[in-house]
């Protein structure tokens, strides 16, 4: 309950600036290579090879203890790991929610057999996980789901539907919330994370094509799908609590004003050398937001390092990144137009019509502008 | 924050509470020189705190100075702190020990100041003027930076030679055109600026001083829009029980936020570097955050705040001030925009990551 909001420099230092060209250099190598093609995939590209490759080098669970096969590395260097992926645009998204928070969900919450099995091969870059969070009638209000475990002889039955469950149809598992217990006086109670395996008997997997005609999400639904008990994760009773820890690693990564940056790369080179003073604005602009929101999320990462939640700070990230990212092809459209017709031209408005086919998306996953909103003004002291 | 910071602002917090206070504000907009509220500054030693120890000063990082300007700022100081620290530093750089009193400082080496050294028989002169120079009616001495002969010079003034013709800005703060007409030029003061140390330079620093000065308003801003709605009812409750008004809040802590965030780093980059670049990029930012954030408190406020009654314009109309000296977000923008554009697009995430 603060006003006091501070974003206080943080010092990265040269072993890990040295961590980021060693990233670097290894991502276009692999891309020269001809590991994937294509521009500013990041999170969103499907590549079990890629995966496999960052897992080898060891990058994948980095900030996880080495007795599970973790990098034993610092919030830092992950933060600067994670910013050369999203810069280079290198297909990372089939690990991408193991990595970033199903891995840190069984650090917190998980027994030591469910570390010891789950983690080793999410680290090699080999296992993916999905969120199953969202249903059809709980987007925002995530405490009013409905899916219900029952329990049965060895674990739990989940009955209910899971929507815009990303990659559901070529994952692993997927990380259920569900009701043990009906809705009662404390709404937040009652309810648990079971670990999924997708081939289980009893889930049917839709696909749910986006507006830029892609196939990324689906619906998931549970028909009396058995999970066993060691499968159940952290507490029964226990998921809201969870949850939100969950997506709390979730909010304040660099994937929240970097996801289309190869956009801003991409104006940059058409615009050349000498831009006229209109256009020098809005690029200026574009770059002066984003170095802020690189100063910001850096300082986030600086107070995961010492052991803080960042909250409120999280969101505030997650909240200017992504309306920064929504603008930023409205930038470039400004920018176009002074920009004379040529071959270089037309390139870059197809990936300009990608950028605006892809933007509704941010404000909305992982957390609404509005509720992001909710999450902030209680950091204020105002709920 | 380091310990010798976080003294300063202690410092820095305790004075400003104790003598500059919504009265003073008030007074200062009618003219008055906040007499009390200078003398506990020149007491604190925090004026010349950027001169170097061996002249006089504390030896302050850059970054220490903005942190204490930042609390000049939450409490709409109006006095000339920024530019009688920022003499002092360039005193230092020359060798001198800044003058006394309160000083102005003038950039003279925009192309819309007349502004030029001359000889006159055996001596040097200086003629035209110099617009917009803050609280120059008050200063004992006029700090002049200005390019004569391929050459950047600090030049000194005693207040008694030139002429001052009053204005002010939109927050009442003096903003005076200073006129030179044959002023006399004392051979010992005026120095030669090494290379390195330039108008651009000059400008950049002043920028991060306004950076510095908006971020601490724009914190106020959150603080007492946040206190307001949740004394102010209507409906029946405070204000800040609905979600219209939580997510405007809300929008306004993330301008705060970056406004921090960028001060911060700037800061941090000036104390390593030159920071040309990061002030533009720290100007553009925090500027663009002053107009937005003004909007959603005044908003959130309602009527009350725009009444003269009210504290919030003493914040709101410096940060409309502020904003527009030493780079608006336009021509901070451009500066940054040029830069990344002639480096080009391969070079721009090396440019972007030379963190440290």
């Known amino acids: ?383 | 924050m380091s310990g010798a910071r976080e003294l300063l602002v202690q410092t820095a917090e305790s004075l400003f509470e104790s003598y500059c206070d919504r009265a003073t504000l008030d007074r200062s907009e009618t003219g008055e020189w906040p007499q009390e509220l200078w003398a506990a500054i020149e007491e604190s030693g925090l004026q010349d705190a950027l001169a170097s120890e061996e002249h006089g000063g504390a030896g302050i990082s850059f970054g220490d100075a903005m942190s204490v300007l930042r609390v000049a700022g939450r409490y709409a100081a109006p006095v000339g702190l920024a530019e009688s620290l920022l003499a002092g530093w360039l005193c230092s750089v020359v060798d001198r020990k800044p003058p006394d009193g309160p000083i102005a400082l003038l950039l003279a080496t925009r192309k819309d100041d007349p502004f030029s050294l001359r000889q006159e028989g055996d001596s040097v002169v200086a003629q035209g003027h110099v617009g917009e120079v803050p609280f120059a009616r008050f200063a004992r001495n006029l700090v002049c930076i200005t390019e004569e002969a391929d050459a950047v010079w600090l030049v000194v003034f005693a207040a008694d030679v030139v002429r001052i013709e009053e204005s002010a800005n939109l927050a009442g703060d003096a903003r005076d055109t200073v006129h030179f007409d044959s002023a006399p030029v004392e051979p010992t003061s005026m120095v030669r600026l090494p290379a390195g140390v330039g108008s651009e330079l000059v400008r950049a620093r002043w920028a991060l001083t306004r950076v510095a000065m908006m971020s601490g308003a724009l914190e106020y801003l959150l603080s007492t829009s946040v206190e307001y709605a949740r004394k102010r009812i209507q409906f029946g409750r405070p204000i800040g029980r609905f979600q219209a008004i939580q997510q405007q809040l809300a929008v306004l802590a993330g301008e705060v936020a970056a406004a921090n965030a960028a001060c911060g780093a700037a800061g941090e980059a000036a104390d390593e570097g030159d920071a040309i670049l990061e002030s533009a990029i720290a100007k553009a930012r925090v500027g663009e955050a002053a107009g937005l954030a003004t909007r959603v408190a005044h908003q959130v406020h309602g009527a009350i705040g725009f009444t003269h009654e009210h504290d919030l314009h003493t914040r709101s109309r410096r940060l409309w001030a502020w904003r527009d000296e030493m780079g608006s977000e336009g021509e901070s923008c451009a500066i940054v925009g040029r830069r990344f554009c002639a480096a080009g697009a391969d070079a721009l995430w090396a440019e972007l990551t030379r963190d440290r």
């Open chain 1, 1 to 383: 309950m603060s006003t006091n909001l501070n974003f206080p420099p943080v010092r990265v230092g040269p072993e890990v600036q040295s961590f980021r060209l060693e990233v670097r250099e290894f991502l276009a190598q692999e891309k020269a290579a001809g590991t994937w093609e294509g521009e500013g995939q990041s999170w969103g590209g499907y590549s079990p090879a890629t995966s496999r490759a960052l897992g080898k080098r060891g990058w994948i669970g980095l900030t996880w203890p080495t007795e599970y096969g973790g990098g034993g590395r610092s919030y830092l260097e992950r933060y600067v790991y994670t910013e050369e992926i999203l810069a280079a645009g290198a297909p990372a998204g089939a690990h991408w929610v193991a990595d970033r928070q199903s891995g840190p969900l069984f650090l917190r919450f998980g027994t030591d057999e469910q570390k010891a099995k789950y983690l080793p091969p999410i680290i090699r870059g080999e296992s993916y996980f999905s969120i199953g969070m969202s249903e059809p009638d709980s987007g925002s209000d995530l405490a009013s789901i409905r899916s219900r475990a029952e329990r049965c002889s060895g674990g739990w039955k989940l009955t209910g539907t899971k929507i815009w469950t990303s990659g559901a149809h070529r994952n692993h598992y997927m990380i259920a919330l569900c009701r043990n217990e009906p809705a009662g006086a404390e709404r937040h109670a009652g309810m648990s994370q079971f670990l999924v395996d997708l081939q289980s008997d009893g889930l049917d997997i839709k696909p749910i094509r986006n507006l830029a005609g892609k196939d990324g999400f689906n619906e998931v639904v549970m028909d009396g799908v058995f999970v066993p008990d060691d499968r159940v994760i952290g507490q029964i009773g226990n998921g809201w609590q969870q949850v939100t820890s969950e997506l709390a690693y979730e909010r304040a990564g660099p994937e929240r004003f970097l996801t289309n940056f190869h956009l801003l790369v991409a104006l940059l080179d058409v615009v050349g050398s000498e831009p006229s003073p209109g256009v020098a604005r809005e690029v200026g602009r574009a770059i002066a937001h984003l170095w802020t929101l690189r100063k910001m999320s850096i300082s986030v990462a600086g107070m995961l390092s010492e052991g803080v939640l960042p909250n409120t700070e999280g969101s505030l990230v997650k909240d200017l990144g992504t309306h920064f990212q929504q603008e930023l092809p409205d930038i470039a459209r400004r920018v176009l137009e002074s920009i004379p017709r040529s071959e270089k031209r037309k390139a870059f408005r197809e990936l300009l019509d990608q950028g605006i086919l892809s933007a509704p998306a941010y404000t909305i996953q992982g957390g609404t502008t509005e509720i992001l909103r909710g999450i902030i003004a209680r950091g204020l002291g105002l709920r």
